[in-house]
């Protein structure tokens, strides 16, 4: 037998705003709900978050308090404030309010991270990263030890006279391997920085910032969903550095002074300047694109019911990737296709003659996410050479009777050889 014809035309893309990148063939992008929150009530979900850092007060002079950190009106939302007097911890002084908001669990590890948000407009920062919290040991006998930071996002509301202020525009990413070898001097081993550049500052308006952590080995970033650009971390150390879970961050502190300048006291005093504004953080992992996958967030031990979550952020979506007009020499032939489903749905591929006579007809699982599969189509001797057809695919609710209720389909036009 013939090998099979595996379509290779350019891939293009759904139009895929505030969402996961193409997946990778027999993968699905599902969502790590212990990592994903709308903010859409009226305090934050204890379940998942922290409303302070378990094991830093913050960069002198900014404090984290939890009194900085609201949710309300669709938002999470962190104030940066002048405190009424100093406040002495662990002999530093802090005299600036911040805030952060950290996850409860530390086992982030690979897929896409994404969150949306406006900055302060002032010099404090707003920002979206993991860190491992703690140290790991080392592969030397002298004691030697490292921990992780991959920071997706870091910013600052606006410009002025000081080193740092590039950090008002665009995106600045960079991944730190933190290590303290057998001479006990702890040493950043940063990756080189990805910098996205934009006219714009980054308090102007909403933003969305991602980043697919893909391996030990590397990370590709996304401003906005325009292309990526992509950072391989630092492995003088160790050939695949980021091997260990994180948390996440989402934090608002001050910056090292002269680098970035301290926030003045108007814009700390100023309601419509002092406050960073987070419209959601959303996180994906990818799974096979046929299991059916329960998330163990939501189903936890003891529970009696399996729990699966609708992903209202995937409306229901249907293509071919590759459309070839002309099949020659083919046993059968693999059609690339991609989806996308807020809850389980069925996928029904129907093959029609010229005579509009339906010759093939499949029908296959869907489930919830955003998934891209090849599907095999063996064309037996019902197919004719210097034929045409026309496939179509549609995806449907479970169970559907016909396409009547199919959210959406795709077709094309091919011909035998």
Known sequence: MKAPYYLTLLLLSFINYAQPPEPPVGKRWVVNEQYSDEFNGNKLDASKWYDYHPTWKGRAPGLFMPSQVSVGDGYMMIQGKK??????????????????????????????YECKFKAAKTTMSTTFWFSTGKSFKGDLPCGDNYGLELDIQECIGRVGDFKGDHFANGMNSNGHYWYTGCDKKKQDLRAPQVKFRSDKLASEDFNVYGGWWKDENQVSFYYNNDAPKHMNFNSTIKEKSFDKPMQMNMVSETYPYPWIELPNDAELADPSKNTCYYDWVRSYILVDVDSDYLDPFLNKKGSKTAIKKDFFMFSEAIRFIEKPMHIKNAKSIFFPIDFKAKTDREIHLAVKNSANKVIENKVFPAYA??????????????????????????????????????FQSDAFIFKLN
């Open 83 to 112: 405190m009424a007097k100093d406040t002495i911890v662990n002999g530093q002084t802090f005299n600036i309010s911040g805030g952060a908001v950290i996850s409860k669990n530390k086992e982030a590890y690979f897929g896409y």
């Open 369 to 406: 996410g955003f998934g891209r599969k090849d599907v095999e189509l063996a064309l037996g001797t019902h197919f004719q050479s210097n034929e045409s057809y026309t496939v179509q695919i549609f995806i449907r609710p479970l169970k559907a009777a016909n396409d009547k209720d199919a």
